[in-house]
């Protein structure tokens, strides 16, 4: 396989919180790579199992640096990547592990002309059924991670051009990054934690970067190893759908919104209200607050396309 990358051009990102449990795998994987980072940032997200002195003792050549408290895997990787060195940023979570050739075969397609975003094909942890072969925007607005949950039978097993990939185990350029960049941000800090990595390949997409996913690339991915409560969970997803909808540029047309995701959100809500009814009545307050905000974020981009014509700049995409 050839590659006109180094190792010298890839910088890695990782970030934890409470990831004692599973650290270790994924650092361990990095070491077997065949073409391996010129080096690995640790953001340590205030951890309170030990984590931190875990990387210190087992792991000294790993750049470590701890927050007094988490402020959510954006704000870590916000403030690693402006201290990285190469041209390359790779972003990995901490319950996953690599094949040891997943860098060496996302490198193989970063020549490609236009191209800011790879990602490979993720794999449950025990490799029985498919993770993520990247992100898709649904009709609906809904982001989703394309074939998550089905048996691993060979299904998109070509490169193609995809909407977004899974910031678990994602290559970004440089360029790419400092173009998307928004003051000190590179991924949204307003979404904390989920969606993040839908948003920043929604402003590539508008922007005109290209998105490819690379299934010769195989990573293992745990899902939810920082153990993060169900009900958390489902109210930074529902929170998080919207301010992204907002600063996006979908709901701008309140006639076409409603056509295409109106009745998912209607029957989301009174789901939402009835199982989770504290939290979802806290992140409609927080949306009340937020979406002015997220929808002057927005006005940034240079090329704000319209959901229909975006549909179209995604080959392959499910749009």
Same mark, same amino acid.
């Not at 640790?42 to 007094?68: C, F, H, K, M, W």
């Given at each position: 396989?050839?590659?006109?990358?180094?190792? +010298?051009?890839?910088?890695?990102?990782?970030?934890?919180?409470?990831?004692?449990?599973?650290?270790?795998?994924?650092?361990?994987?990095?070491?077997?790579?065949? *073409?391996?980072?010129?080096? %690995?940032?640790?953001?340590?997200?205030?951890?309170?199992?030990?984590?931190?002195?875990?990387?210190?003792?087992?792991? @000294?050549?790993?750049?470590? %640096?701890?927050? @007094?408290?988490?402020?959510? @895997?954006?704000? #870590?990787?916000?403030?690693?990547?402006?201290?990285?060195?190469?041209?390359?940023?790779? %972003? *990995?979570?901490?319950?996953?592990?690599?094949?040891?050739?997943?860098?060496?075969?996302?490198?193989?397609?970063?020549?490609?002309?236009?191209?800011?975003?790879?990602?490979?094909? %993720?794999?449950?942890?025990?490799?029985?059924?498919?993770?993520?072969?990247?992100?898709? *925007?649904? $009709?609906?607005?809904?982001?989703?991670?394309?074939?998550?949950?089905?048996?691993?039978?060979?299904?998109?097993?070509?490169?193609?051009?995809?909407?977004?990939?899974?910031?678990?185990? #994602?290559?970004?350029?440089?360029?790419?990054?400092?173009?998307?960049?928004?003051?000190?941000?590179?991924?949204?800090?307003?979404?904390?934690?989920?969606?993040?990595?839908?948003?920043?390949?929604?402003?590539?997409?508008?922007?005109?970067?290209?998105?490819?996913?690379?299934?010769?690339?195989? #990573?293992?991915?745990?899902?939810?190893?920082? $153990?993060?409560?169900?009900?958390?969970?489902?109210?930074?997803?529902?929170?998080?759908?919207?301010?992204?909808?907002?600063?996006?540029?979908?709901?701008?047309?309140?006639?076409?919104?409603?056509?295409?995701?109106?009745?998912?959100?209607?029957?989301?809500?009174?789901?939402?209200?009835?199982?989770?009814?504290?939290?979802?009545?806290?992140?409609?307050?927080?949306?009340?607050?937020? +979406?002015?905000?997220?929808?002057?974020?927005?006005?940034?981009?240079?090329? @704000?396309?319209?959901?229909?014509? *975006? #549909?179209?700049?995604?080959?392959?995409?499910?749009?």
């Amino acid at each position: 396989m050839t590659s006109s990358v180094r190792s +010298s051009d890839i910088s890695l990102v990782l970030t934890t919180w409470n990831s004692r449990h599973c650290i270790g795998e994924c650092l361990e994987s990095l070491r077997r790579q065949t *073409l391996p980072p010129t080096e %690995i940032l640790l953001v340590d997200n205030g951890s309170e199992d030990g984590t931190a002195d875990y990387i210190r003792l087992e792991y @000294p050549s790993v750049r470590l %640096i701890a927050l @007094p408290k988490n402020r959510g @895997p954006a704000h #870590a990787r916000n403030i690693a990547i402006p201290q990285t060195l190469g041209d390359q940023i790779v %972003i *990995l979570d901490s319950d996953v592990r690599l094949h040891p050739h997943y860098l060496e075969r996302l490198a193989s397609q970063a020549h490609r002309p236009g191209i800011g975003m790879l990602g490979g094909r %993720i794999l449950s942890y025990d490799g029985s059924t498919l993770d993520s072969a990247g992100l898709i *925007l649904s $009709r609906s607005y809904r982001f989703l991670d394309r074939a998550h949950g089905e048996p691993d039978t060979g299904q998109h097993s070509h490169f193609e051009w995809v909407f977004g990939v899974c910031s678990c185990a #994602a290559w970004y350029s440089r360029e790419c990054l400092e173009d998307l960049r928004s003051g000190e941000e590179y991924f949204d800090e307003d979404f904390f934690y989920l969606v993040e990595d839908v948003d920043l390949a929604w402003r590539a997409q508008r922007r005109g970067w290209k998105v490819g996913y690379e299934p010769r690339a195989i #990573a293992y991915h745990q899902r939810n190893g920082s $153990r993060l409560k169900r009900r958390q969970r489902q109210y930074l997803s529902f929170r998080n759908r919207y301010l992204m909808l907002a600063k996006n540029g979908a709901l701008e047309n309140k006639w076409e919104y409603l056509q295409r995701a109106g009745l998912y959100d209607a029957t989301r809500l009174l789901y939402m209200l009835g199982t989770n009814t504290r939290l979802t009545l806290k992140a409609l307050r927080e949306l009340r607050r937020l +979406s002015p905000r997220m929808q002057e974020k927005g006005r940034f981009s240079q090329n @704000p396309l319209p959901p229909k014509a *975006l #549909a179209r700049t995604v080959p392959g995409g499910e749009l």
